[in-house]
């Protein structure tokens, strides 16, 4: 088993910075690939980025290439989404997420555990 509890959402103005957390108990962190994700009033859970079960290989999606940065710390058992640049689109509950496997696009694999969400609002 595998919780996720995220934190560092909040209100920031557009154009402004925000770095999430996630952090995973249970020793099996570090076999997992790990992903963020978001969901928006109204709309659909949509894939935001993802990284290998050693850190070295990320992968997003188009909407935040170039702004957001994914890592992670496997002896803190921590993987982060480092956000520039943000936009009003960029509003939304984000998750963390245990992938069963990396994506890199195509098939998208199953998700093994969700974290709770954590809220970012950015204003215009």
């Known amino acids: 088993q595998v919780q996720l509890v995220e934190s560092g959402g909040g209100l920031v103005q557009a154009g402004g910075s925000l770095r999430l957390s996630c952090a995973a108990s249970?020793?099996?962190?570090?076999?997992?690939?790990m992903g963020w994700f978001r969901q928006a009033p109204g709309k659909e859970r949509e894939f935001v980025a993802n990284i290998r079960m050693s850190g070295g290989t990320t992968y997003y999606a188009n909407s935040v290439k170039g702004r957001f940065t994914i890592s992670r710390d496997n002896a803190k058992n921590t993987v982060y989404l480092q956000m520039k640049y943000l936009k009003p689109e960029d509003t939304a509950v984000y998750y963390c997420?245990?992938?069963?496997?990396?994506?890199?696009?195509?098939?998208?694999?199953?998700?093994?555990?969700w974290g709770q969400g954590t809220q970012v609002t950015v204003s215009s």
């Open positions: 997420a245990a992938l069963n496997s990396y994506y890199s696009g195509g098939y998208f694999p199953a998700i093994d555990y």
């Open positions: 249970g020793r099996t962190f570090s076999s997992y690939p």
